[in-house]
């Protein structure tokens, strides 16, 4: 019988990471969804979000 | 958000919402760990004896004078898509009533409590109700005592029962 891996510890460990992500504070979450937001529009579109664009200026 | 919950309070403040409370998955991220959301979901008692859908048209009236801008089942507040719901069963106005009040951003706010959001979740009943009732009980982001005193007050035992296996760890 082919034998496999034992990953019970690596999802011991997603779950206490899921666990220490709950706890963190509300704005914190929020604020990680809202980048996750703009990750995923530049995976999209290759654009970024809510960066103000370079101006470029005019060498006197 | 934090900009989108300043005009909240200052529709309660001017009498266009009576009181109101997060619902939702915004109000599920409270207590949970973050999962991407599109709408911020509002829950609201307003002061009319009004029972159809347009209870909801001095809010937008409002909001509308105010410059933001409707799309779809939405409106734009401060950048952030919030979707107004009037409480739409005794359920709903419970968890508006029940809600607690938090701090965001220095910014007070009232959410629901976890066990009226699971409640909802159940009563919706969608895959990603479900999926959520899961995340909540898997967490512990629920007290198991009060949620069935709140599913017993509404009728919702049986169908927490019949589902359960759905989302129990």
Not at chain 1, 36 to 59: C, D, N
Not at chain 2, 55 to 63: K, R
Not at chain 2, 128 to 144: A, C, H, P, T, W
Request: hydrophobic share 40%.
């Amino acid at each position: 019988m082919k034998k496999y891996p034992d990953i019970s510890e690596i999802i011991k460990k997603k779950e206490q990471h899921r666990r220490s992500l709950a706890a963190l504070p509300f704005e914190k979450k929020i604020e990680m969804i809202f980048k996750l937001r703009e990750r995923r529009k530049f995976i999209k579109t290759g654009q970024t979000v809510g960066r103000p664009q370079k101006h470029k200026t005019k060498s006197s | 958000m934090k900009e989108t919950l300043k005009v909240i309070n200052r529709m309660v403040k001017s009498g266009v919402i009576a009181k109101y409370a997060i619902g939702g998955a915004v109000a599920a991220i409270y207590y949970l760990e973050p999962f991407d959301t599109a709408d911020l979901d509002i829950f609201v008692q307003v002061n009319t004896a009004d029972s159809d859908l347009t209870i909801l048209a001095p809010l937008y009236e409002y909001l509308i004078k105010k410059g933001y801008k409707p799309k779809g089942e939405f409106i734009y507040i401060e950048g952030l898509p919030v979707q107004f719901l009037p409480v739409f069963n005794p359920l709903t106005e419970e968890a508006v009533e029940k809600s607690q009040t938090i701090k965001y951003a220095r910014v007070t706010t009232r959410i629901m409590r976890p066990e009226h959001l699971v409640a909802i979740m159940l009563d919706t009943g969608r895959p990603k109700d479900y999926l959520r009732i899961s995340m909540f009980l898997e967490q512990g982001g629920v007290n198991m005592r009060q949620l069935h005193t709140v599913l017993r007050r509404h009728g919702l035992i049986k169908k927490w029962k019949d589902n359960e296996y759905k989302f129990k760890p």
